[in-house]
């Protein structure tokens, strides 16, 4: 990643980095693999910087995939089941805390700047969730209101029905009656 990044390519990059976030066990992360690659170092130095400094990662912040977890993320982004040159491991993931606190013990500029991007997007995706759940709320809201309309609406068409079968109504003449036809009736 360069140094000095134009608005148009860190939206780029906000973008694909937003394509590598993942919802596992309820939270939003990112693959080892992938935040290796925006920080520009090989997977194995970044495991090996998080294993260094353990007590700046706590479960919240980096968590390992079981075997399920793996294969049901690898059917997601389809990755390959080739057991030469795959991963002998697996795989750690990391939430927006731990992809920053990535940045510190890799201690470079590159590793600076590219948690900036990376956090940019967490929170693009946070935003993006809000508003999700925001049109959700007023769609429910909506629902609501007509099925309250609904309900009155049935009522209504059940009296009018009761009211349209009701034979005194069906032979009731309309229209204007004249006078003496009124009398002659009576």
Do not use: W
């Not at 912040?61 to 390959?80: K, N």
């Not at 995706?125 to 309900?151: N, P, S």
């Not at 005194?168 to 229209?175: A, S, V």
């Amino acid at each position: 990643m360069p140094k000095t990044i134009d608005q148009n390519s860190e939206i780029a990059v906000i973008e694909k980095i937003e394509g590598k976030i993942y919802v596992i066990r309820g939270q939003r992360v990112m693959l080892d693999s992938d935040l290796a690659e925006v920080y520009g170092v090989s997977t194995k130095r970044l495991n090996e910087q998080v294993r260094r400094n353990e007590s700046r990662f706590p479960k919240d912040f980096v968590f390992q995939l079981d075997e399920v977890e793996y294969e049901s993320l690898r059917s997601q982004i389809a990755t390959s089941n080739n057991p030469r040159g795959g991963r002998r491991y697996l795989p750690y993931v990391f939430t927006e805390h731990g992809a920053v606190m990535l940045a510190s013990v890799l201690n470079s500029q590159t590793a600076v700047e590219a948690s900036i991007v990376v956090v940019r997007a967490f929170v693009k995706i946070r935003a993006m969730l809000d508003l999700y759940q925001d049109l959700a709320d007023r769609v429910e809201e909506l629902e609501k209101i007509t099925d309250y309309h609904g309900q009155k609406f049935g009522v209504v068409s059940g009296l009018l029905g009761q009211i349209m079968r009701d034979p005194k109504y069906l032979k009731r003449n309309i229209g204007f009656v004249e006078a003496k036809n009124r009398r002659a009736k009576k």
